[in-house]
């Protein structure tokens, strides 16, 4: 017998006895994946190395699309956000903050202890003038409108030194 044959054989037996134990409701769907592949393997009988080729190629390309086109939801995924807020929030732990603290105080003075919507912060907390609802800055960014109001008016304290 070919190696070939005897890993298809081995293949056949490892699905069976994985049918046996599938639920039936599993059942249904996994027919369906079944008579697709079948279908994928007939049409792949008929192909010749040079269209395997380019389907590949094709594929790849495809991905390579799907991939960019899902930049943008990756950019807006909120857990994404976290994880990088983690990050930022981690590194100024160990950063010097004595320094940065130095650097925000100048921009306190400019903005008289108030930022609103649009301006950029770079380190500490902002409390909502209008609820008092505390957002945490670990890096530059914009400011945004309170997430638990909408208003647009804070007040930024330094973070504490056991951050």
Same mark, same amino acid.
């Given at each position: 017998?070919? $190696?070939?044959k005897q890993? !298809?054989?081995?293949?056949?037996?490892?699905?069976?006895? /994985?049918l046996g134990?599938?639920?039936?409701a599993?059942?249904?769907?996994? $027919?369906? /994946?079944? %008579?697709?592949? $079948?279908q &994928? &393997?007939?049409?792949?009988a008929?192909?010749?190395? @040079?269209e395997y080729?380019?389907?590949?190629?094709s594929?790849?390309r495809?991905? &390579?699309?799907?991939?960019?086109? !899902?930049q943008h939801?990756?950019q807006h995924s909120?857990?994404?956000? +976290?994880? #990088? %807020?983690?990050? /930022?929030?981690?590194?100024?732990?160990?950063?010097? #903050?004595? #320094?940065i603290?130095w650097? %925000?105080?100048?921009?306190?003075?400019e903005?008289?202890?108030?930022?609103k @919507?649009?301006?950029?912060i770079g380190f500490? #907390? &902002?409390v909502?003038?209008?609820?008092r609802?505390?957002?945490?800055?670990?890096?530059a @960014?914009?400011? @945004?409108d309170?997430p638990?109001c909408?208003? +647009?008016r804070?007040i930024?304290?330094?973070? $504490?030194?056991?951050?």
């Open positions: 017998m070919s $190696e070939k890993h !298809y054989d081995s293949l056949v037996e490892r699905v069976n006895d /994985w134990q599938a639920a039936p599993e059942m249904k769907s996994i $027919e369906q /994946w079944v %008579e697709k592949a $079948e &994928l &393997l007939d049409a792949a008929q192909v010749s190395v @040079t080729q380019l389907s590949i190629d594929f790849k495809d991905l &390579l699309g799907f991939y960019h086109s !899902y939801d990756a909120t857990y994404l956000a +976290n994880l #990088q %807020e983690g990050m /930022w929030h981690h590194l100024a732990n160990l950063t010097d #903050q004595t #320094q603290e650097a %925000e105080f100048v921009a306190d003075v903005h008289d202890g108030v930022y @919507t649009g301006d950029v500490g #907390q &902002l909502c003038m209008q609820c609802h505390v957002i945490d800055i670990c890096h @960014t914009e400011v @945004t309170c638990k909408g208003h +647009n804070f930024r304290q330094a973070f $504490e030194h056991n951050i």
